[in-house]
Nanobody
Framework: QLQLVESGGGLVQAGGSLRLSCAAS????????MGWFRQAPGKEREFVSS???????????YYADSVKGRFTISRDNAKNTVYLQMNSLKPDETDVYYC?????????????????WGQGTQVTVSS
């Protein structure tokens, strides 16, 4: 089993930045594709970003169009942690952000491919 714990959420003004962290424990972290998703109340969970295992695919990253150029995903396999740097945040990005892991070959935006999920961290962007 792989346990995931997110942190770094909070309240930020529009245009501001936050850095989310996701600490993993349990099963081997370095072999997992890691992803970030987000969900607002009453809405479906949506893909934000994904990153491959660094040793494969040279650390390939994948972003939703809505966050390209503003969000950056990274990982530190030595620390068993994945990060999401979020810049130029918008009020409609007020969501619960979830970290997820999948033991698959490459990055994915498909929620169903991720078998491990964190509990989520709230991000609130004020206007």
């Amino acid at each position: 089993q792989l346990q995931l714990v997110e942190s770094g959420g909070g309240l930020v003004q529009a245009g501001g930045s936050l850095r989310l962290s996701c600490a993993a424990s349990g099963r081997t972290f370095s072999g997992a594709v890691m992803g970030w998703f987000r969900q607002a109340p009453g809405k479906e969970r949506e893909f934000v970003s994904s990153i491959s295992w660094i040793t494969w695919n040279a650390g390939r990253t994948y972003y939703a169009d809505s966050v390209k150029g503003r969000f950056t995903i990274s990982r530190d396999n030595a620390k068993n942690t994945v990060y999401l740097q979020m810049n130029s945040l918008k009020p409609d990005e007020t969501d619960v952000y979830y970290c997820a892991a999948a033991y698959i070959a490459t990055t994915s935006s498909k929620e169903g491919e991720y078998g491990y999920w964190g509990q989520g961290t709230q991000v609130t962007v004020s206007s």
